[in-house]
């Protein structure tokens, strides 16, 4: 019912900037959160950004100050901004939406350090 396709992965050098993006489809209703997690290699999955229909905004600790998530509730799309990246940032980045207690995941996009 909820499609997330994920774009603007590739390399980047550390230090480098790279934004990602993610467009939402299907049944999508007006209270929702949309977000983005990672995966490192051998890592569990964990929180990158979120941020609520209300536009409010959680953040890792880890991504403070350098990556700054933002969403756009008429397209229903949601961007990462990432900047100073080091490469330990290298990882599978996946949108995230939920909405009335389901969450819905898009397929990934590989970031990788080329330093």
């Known amino acids: 019912q909820v499609r997330l396709v994920e774009s603007g992965g590739g390399l980047v050098r550390a230090g480098g900037s790279l934004r990602l993006s993610c467009a939402a489809s299907g049944v999508i209703f007006s209270d929702n959160t949309m977000g983005w997690y990672r995966q490192a290699p051998g890592k569990q999955r964990e929180l990158v950004a979120l941020?609520?229909?209300?536009?409010?905004?959680n953040y890792a600790d880890s991504v403070k100050g350098r990556f700054t998530i933002s969403r756009d509730s008429v397209k229903i799309t949601v961007d990462l901004q990432m900047n100073s990246l080091p490469p330990e940032d290298t990882a599978v980045y996946y949108c995230?939406?939920?909405?009335?207690?389901?969450?819905?995941w898009g397929q990934g996009t590989q970031v990788t350090d080329s330093s």
């Open positions: 941020i609520t229909s209300g536009g409010s905004t």
């Open positions: 995230n939406l939920g909405q009335e207690l389901r969450t819905y």
